[in-house]
């Protein structure tokens, strides 16, 4: 949960709002039922700090780390990770949504780069000039700065070299 001080007005309204577990609240406060006196607590302030945009977005660890998010990666396959997680997280069986992921992933990936390749035939049809673009644009980013004379002699250093096992 985030605090937000100017929502602190609209947070307590909210948390006035839900009659029915604040009472349920209040009764097991009074009946000393120290279990359910917490959870009915956790309930009122989480769906008051729902209700007014208090709780932070858990990030991916893509976005985290500021790497760009696949373009076929749609609301859907966020909505069947974010399944699968909570059924982790509830030690519930997870293996056929996990399939079902797998499966929709795989179909939105195949999609797309069936649009582009696609994409790419009519301009080479219509013998445009931004075919050249969009084939420099897939390079892949993920190559090495290390050069390849530097791989070979370090490799052949390492292989060169007896070890001593202890």
């Keep these: ?18 009659e029915t577990v604040l009472q349920s609240f209040r009764d097991s406060v009074r009946n000393q039922e120290h279990q359910s006196c917490y959870q009915l607590f956790l309930d009122l302030i989480t769906h008051a700090a729902d209700a007014i945009g208090m709780t932070a977005r858990q990030l ?7 790497l760009p998010m696949a373009p076929w990666y749609d609301a859907t ?26 499966t929709y992933c795989r179909l939105r990936k195949k999609q797309f780069k069936k649009e582009k390749a696609d994409e790419m035939v009519g301009l080479i049809d219509t013998r445009s000039p931004k ?14 700065p290390i050069s390849a004379e ?5 490799l052949n250093h390492i292989c060169a070299t007896p070890r001593k096992c202890s």
């Design 77 to 102: 396959c966020r909505d069947y990770k974010r399944r699968i997680r909570w059924k982790k997280q509830h030690n519930q069986p997870f293996a056929e949504l996990q399939q079902q992921y797998t």
């Design 1 to 18: 949960m985030v605090w937000r001080s100017e929502h602190k007005a609209a947070f307590v309204t909210h948390m006035l709002e839900n």
């Design 150 to 154: 530097s791989w070979t002699e370090h």
């Design 60 to 66: 991916s660890r893509r976005m985290q780390l500021g």
């Design 131 to 144: 075919v050249y673009g969009m084939m420099t644009a897939i390079k892949r980013t993920d190559i090495s």
